[in-house]
């Protein structure tokens, strides 16, 4: 589930908000081909934009082959030359790539309200399972929703939990600390936003390890750690999961499918015996190349989550 393959493309990326105290912003976007979304973002980000939005999600409809890059400039920028320079980039990514048709870019003002209603609409408060609410910091937390409100800032790294392989990692995670309790320690590998590290930390795991390979992702998810509180208990790291202190009575592992493949054997060696591995980022066909790395007699099966065309799977150690 790293960026570039496109797979993950139709899920909103905003990148920091722009200032409030501007009172209006110049918008740049353009439509692209969803495996060029990533090179578009970081070009306006280089640029000096101050925020990204990247397509519309809509779990209700298989992903689209186009996606929009928005980035959002200071009222002073010029527009027709930021035009010019995107139309520049474009034209060289043309070369490398020729399924980019020559997109034009559009500039337009919009006001600040109008850039936070766009984010009110993009990620609004999310109820998950029956215990989790995902909230971004902009909502007012309820005063009495019942739910354990996770609190997560819509950035650069992956895991608002609008995506269907988020949902299924909080779902089962749920699923298995109502059944069996919550572990005394877990592992969240390729936190993202640090979403699920934060879920294991709220529901009382008091030593939860997580790590990424992508250091803007561990940026993002330290700021959303200390945003919920959850410092004291998530120690995050850049380290394989072969150097850390492994067993685990739970492991979480939301990432491509041919990562989950190569590293079943790790996997393996860092949970416990009995312990639970919850698999995602899979999509439906590749279950198969998933479920045989992770088969008896090493692993059992023991639930599998289904949304849209993403599965999370639970196994357990021998
Ligand atoms: N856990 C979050 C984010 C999943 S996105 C969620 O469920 O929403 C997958 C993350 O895994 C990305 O941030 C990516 O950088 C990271 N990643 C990819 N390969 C990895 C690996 N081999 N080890 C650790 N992190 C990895």
């Known amino acids: 589930m790293n960026r570039p393959a496109g797979v993950h493309d139709s ?3 905003v990148s920091p908000a722009p200032s409030l105290t501007s009172q209006c912003w ?31 999600y ?12 928005q980035g959002f400039f200071p009222p002073e920028s010029s527009g027709q030359t930021l035009c010019d320079a995107l139309t520049h980039y474009l034209d060289e990514l043309a070369l490398l790539f020729p399924q980019l048709d020559r997109p034009t870019p559009h500039v337009e003002e919009i006001t600040n309200q109008a850039w936070q209603e766009h984010r009110r ?22 005063v009495a929703s019942g739910r354990v409100v996770i ?37 969240d590998l390729g936190t993202g936003s640090g979403i699920l590290a934060i879920a294991l930390a709220k529901l009382g795991t008091p030593e939860v390890w997580a790590t990424d390979i992508d250091p803007v992702a561990l940026d993002e998810a330290q700021k959303n750690i200390n945003l919920n509180r959850a410092d004291p208990r998530v120690r995050l790291s850049n380290s394989p999961v072969e150097e850390l202190p492994g067993p685990f009575p739970l492991i979480v592992a939301n990432l491509f499918s041919t990562t ?18 919850i698999l995602s980022g ?20 023991r639930a599998r989550i289904a949304r849209d ?5 639970v196994v357990q150690r021998a």
């Open 151 to 187: 609190v997560i800032n819509p950035s650069m790294a992956f895991g608002t939990g609008h995506h269907a392989t988020t949902r299924g990692c909080l779902e089962a995670i749920e699923t298995l600390c109502t059944r069996f309790g919550t572990p005394l320690r877990a592992l």
């Open 309 to 313: 065309e993403w599965v999370t799977l």
């Open 121 to 142: 609409v993009h990620f609004p408060p999310l109820e998950i399972g029956k215990r989790f609410l995902l909230l971004p910091p902009w909502e007012p937390v309820p």
């Open 58 to 69: 809509d779990a209700t409809h298989p992903p689209e082959p186009l996606a929009e890059v």
């Open 26 to 56: 110049l918008r740049l976007s353009v439509q692209v081909p969803c495996e060029l979304t990533e090179a578009v973002a970081n070009f306006l980000l280089e640029l000096g934009s101050t925020g990204i939005i990247e397509s519309e």
């Open 11 to 13: 899920r909103p990326r």
């Open 282 to 301: 899979i999509q439906i066909d590749q279950e198969e190349d998933v479920r045989a790395a992770y088969q008896a007699p090493g692993w059992h099966r």
């Open 260 to 277: 989950l493949v190569s590293l079943a054997p790790a996997l393996g060696r860092a949970t416990e015996p009995k312990g639970f591995a």
